[in-house]
């Protein structure tokens, strides 16, 4: 047996309140260098506010109450607003769900990619440009020379999230998040990027969390996954662990919810009865206690902690040995 | 690029050549002029004199036909009461009214846009109150009370300013100050709207996320986006203060176009007065068109259109 490898990026308890509601409630896990981590939900379920707790980046309204985010031996969850800015961009970046507003319709492409490493490196704007172009060529866009001097509204939602990638990726962050990052993009567009994160990992061993609400995509690129309902994970695994021996009834119920290439329809897709409740509606206990059909008294009034379920497999329910009875319950 | 300009400049022909039209419609809306001219008792025959002599004896369709003909050559009449060209006696009193203009737009752009900007970036604070107060009473406070004021406050109780007339610097002051004033509020109020509204997009999370501190994400990116409907509130707002100089140039005697507008009413000098109205119809059209050129030159997008 090896040691395991030490995490690079070591989120825990991460907390964060919207005026009194909870709505990222001590959310943990880790990530590998060159390991890419998915965080899977529902819309709301928090998973894109812990992705912009983790830059600094909450909306106003938004506040981070508890948590650390350890970044290689530094807690970013301390660090200064100043602090913070110059680690965003540097050490750590962020990729948004719709490219073509993030960026800058009256600036130039190239400007825009080369000010994101003149701010970091001080480098000359001749140098920066040269630099711009190269990321070009890294993130696959052809004739880059001329695509520098062009604006956003030139380009294509695949291009423009291809210049994102290469503006998060221009001073080789160890870990690049990424919000959605496919969501908005044609299909067909959509396996280009992913195609092309794949590379990224592999030629710079860049961790990624991917924050994502489609499962065809965490399959596709994902090494380990965390579940993440009203706020908080539900279960965390290896992603093929958790395909094969979903441990959470919503994970067991999210995956028969997705339609599948591979296997014969044999009736309706499984849907989840009931929606997610508010942050005012949560109560004491486990917030999927209102939809799951396992739920007992002790779901609602006991939140379950996350319970090892084998190697790195975890899952936050009271019933996890009736877990096939979901199964039986499909149709 | 040049179809644009084309096309701006076409329309700005239509629109200038709306105004002569409706000038000219309006003039005559209230019947023959020649009565207007005439002293009281005058004889028939006088009045049939001066009819004939001014053109009004002949149809509306050929007074307009020569209307038009006469302006196309620059020849814009006499002043009917001063026997000299109409557009000499306007161009002697126009560099008074640019000045004040110009020193009225000083003050609308000059504290209108920082207000503004400060109100957008510090939302809900003190600095957003203090000025939103600021913005509302130079918004609802009536032209000629504020000049009123201004002059009893500094020149008649202080006496740092003088009351009123032309001059030095310290004469255009106030003048500029109470024409300012409502230009101001609508500088203020449009900066702070387009400044919050694109704080709230994607690409300046999108600028912070990279690392870009937030003065200089203000300055390259976000005021940038927000100039353009601010561009277009100036275009409108350097004819809005033409027009408003005619109350101001009266408070203070300031002899401009405005208070010349006045005498000339006054005097039924109407083709001064009709001088006057196209000079500021004018404004607004070349304004308006300069300030499609200048979103041109702001918006690739514009630019780049094919």
Same mark, same amino acid.
């Given at each position: ?39 899977? !939900? ?36 301390? +660090? ?72 956003? +509204?030139?380009?294509? !939602? ?76 539900? /279960? ?36 989840? /009865? ?6 005012? /509606? ?40 009736? %877990? ?8 | 690029?040049?179809?644009? =300009? ?69 020849d814009f009449g006499e002043s009917v009461v001063q026997r000299v060209p109409a557009i000499d ?66 020149? =008649?109780?202080? !006496? ?7 001059? !030095? ?34 690409? =300046? ?11 200089? %994400? ?33 408070? +203070? ?18 083709l ?35």
């Amino acid at each position: 047996m090896h040691e395991p490898i030490r995490p690079l990026l070591d989120v825990s308890d991460l907390t964060v309140d919207i005026d009194g509601a909870r709505v990222v409630d001590g959310v943990s896990f880790t990530v590998a260098p060159g390991e890419v981590m998915a965080l899977v !939900g529902e819309s709301g379920c928090g998973k894109s506010l812990t992705a912009f707790a983790m830059l600094g980046l909450l909306p106003s309204v938004a506040r981070r109450t508890e948590g650390r985010i350890l970044l290689g031996d530094r807690d970013l969850a301390t +660090f200064s607003e100043r602090q913070l800015r110059k680690a965003r961009g540097k050490d750590i970046s962020i990729i948004f769900q719709e490219p073509s507003a993030s960026l800058d319709p009256l600036a130039s492409v190239g400007s825009q990619i080369a000010d994101a490493y003149r701010i970091h490196t001080g480098a000359s704007r001749a140098d920066a440009f040269e630099k711009a172009r190269q990321m070009l060529v890294d993130v696959g866009i052809p004739d880059p020379d001329r695509r520098l001097d062009q604006f956003p +509204f030139e380009l294509s !939602g695949g291009m423009c999230q291809r210049i994102m990638i290469a503006i998060a990726l221009i001073c080789g962050p160890r870990v690049l998040v990424a919000d959605e990052p496919t969501t908005a993009l044609d299909v067909t567009i959509q396996a280009q990027i992913l195609d092309l994160m794949k590379k990224l990992v592999a030629d710079h061993g860049t961790s990624i969390v991917l924050i994502t609400h489609d499962m065809g995509v965490v399959a596709d690129i994902a090494d380990h996954v965390a579940v993440m309902y009203a706020g908080r994970i539900a /279960e965390i695994a290896p992603v093929q662990d958790l395909f094969d021996h979903p441990a959470h009834p919503y994970t067991a119920l999210l995956l028969a919810s997705v339609p599948r290439l591979d296997v014969a329809p044999k009736a309706d897709l499984a849907t989840i /009865e009931g929606s997610v409740p508010t942050p005012q /509606e949560f109560g004491p206990g486990c917030h999927f206690a209102s939809r799951c059909p396992l739920v007992t008294d002790k779901c609602r009034v006991e939140q379950p902690p996350l319970f090892a379920q084998g190697y790195g497999h975890r899952s936050a329910c009271w019933h996890i040995d009736r %877990i096939a009875e979901i199964t039986g319950m499909l149709p | 690029m040049l179809r644009y =300009v084309g096309e701006r400049l076409l329309q700005a022909m239509i629109a200038i050549f709306g105004v002569l039209t409706i000038v000219f419609i309006v003039m005559h809306l209230s019947g023959d002029p020649t009565l207007l001219l005439v002293p009281q008792g005058a004889s028939a025959e006088m009045i049939a004199d001066l009819r004939r002599e001014l053109g009004f004896d002949r149809p509306l369709w050929v007074q307009y036909v020569g209307y038009l003909n006469d302006l196309i050559h620059l020849d814009f009449g006499e002043s009917v009461v001063q026997r000299v060209p109409a557009i000499d006696i306007v161009a002697s009193r126009l560099p008074y009214t640019i000045q004040l203009a110009a020193g009225a737009l000083t003050v609308a752009i000059g504290v209108g846009i920082p207000a503004g900007i400060l109100m957008a970036t510090r939302r809900g604070g003190w600095l957003d109150r203090v000025l939103t107060a600021v913005v509302v009473t130079g918004q609802s406070v009536p032209t000629f009370l504020s000049a009123i004021l201004l002059i009893f406050v500094f020149a =008649v109780t202080l !006496g740092w300013l003088p009351a009123s007339g032309i001059g !030095g610097l310290s004469n255009l002051v106030m003048p500029s100050i109470a024409l300012g004033a409502l230009s101001m509020s609508t500088f203020a109020r449009m900066t702070r709207i387009s400044v919050a509204d694109e704080l709230s997009k994607d690409y =300046v999370r999108a600028a912070r996320a990279r690392g870009l501190p937030m003065p200089k %994400i203000i300055v390259r990116h976000v005021l940038r986006n927000a100039s353009i409907p601010v561009i277009s509130i100036a275009a409108l707002e350097i004819g809005n203060l033409l027009a408003g100089a005619v109350i101001i140039e009266t408070v +203070f005697a300031w002899p401009g176009i405005g208070q010349l507008a006045i005498q000339s009413i006054q005097a039924r000098d109407f083709l001064i007065v009709q001088v006057i109205v196209l000079l500021i119809s004018f404004v607004y059209v070349i304004t308006a068109v300069l300030a499609d050129f200048i979103y041109a030159i702001v918006d690739p997008r514009i630019r780049l259109a094919r």
